[in-house]
């Protein structure tokens, strides 16, 4: 006994390129789903990857190169590794860095009472190094001693400031700075 009538199978006879048309759309849509769609989605994982990694995997993904401008400024932030971790366990970049806000404070008018050194942070990549001021002056001296340091081209960074006055002439300011230097792996730059 037939599994279907022969009027079905007439019908079929008669549209045979229909019936092959939609054998073959199954078939494809099952290898898609089977083994390309898995392809596809290893693929995109690995374009990730690498594109995290800074690999150039397709013209419309190329990294933008660095200005000129940028790397000097890199560059005149880095040092060879060694001479980097030398000079931060030695005391010898936080000492640059409270010379500089000292120099940086005197010139806008700015009078020093304490000078502090902070923690140093040794990264793989990095170090940063931590100083501490207590100055008396007004607001417009430390903004222009905060615009002098960011025109300097080094890396610093305000992490706090406070502004008091305590019933004296001159505001008592606060200041917590820190200056970030680069680690090159082969080769010396100027810190």
């Not at 079905?8 to 045979?16: D, E, F, G, M, Q």
């Not at 099952?30 to 083994?35: D, Q």
């Not at 200005?67 to 000492?95: C, I, K, V």
């Amino acid at each position: 006994m037939p599994l279907i009538g022969p009027a079905v199978a007439a019908a079929l006879r008669r549209h045979w390129t229909v019936v092959a048309a939609l054998l073959v759309f199954v078939l494809f849509t099952l290898a898609n789903l089977a083994w390309v769609q898995p392809l596809e989605r290893r693929y995109q994982a690995l374009v990730a990857r690498a594109t995290q990694l800074g690999m150039a995997v397709g013209p419309e993904r190329t990294p933008r190169t660095l200005s000129p401008a940028l790397m000097a400024l890199f560059m005149s932030n880095s040092m060879e590794a060694g001479a980097a971790q030398q000079q931060a366990t030695s005391g010898q970049l936080t000492t640059t860095l409270l010379e500089d806000m000292t120099r940086a404070a005197a010139r806008n008018g700015l009078e020093v009472v304490v000078a502090e050194q902070g923690s140093t942070t040794q990264q793989q990549d990095a170090v940063q190094v931590r100083g501490h001021l207590r100055l008396r002056g007004g607001y417009g001296a430390l903004v222009g001693m905060i615009a002098e340091l960011a025109r300097s081209g080094r890396l610093y960074s305000i992490e706090r400031f406070t502004i008091a006055e305590r019933g004296e002439p001159r505001p008592v300011i606060e200041l917590w700075m820190s200056r970030y230097i680069l680690k090159l792996s082969s080769g010396a730059a100027r810190s």
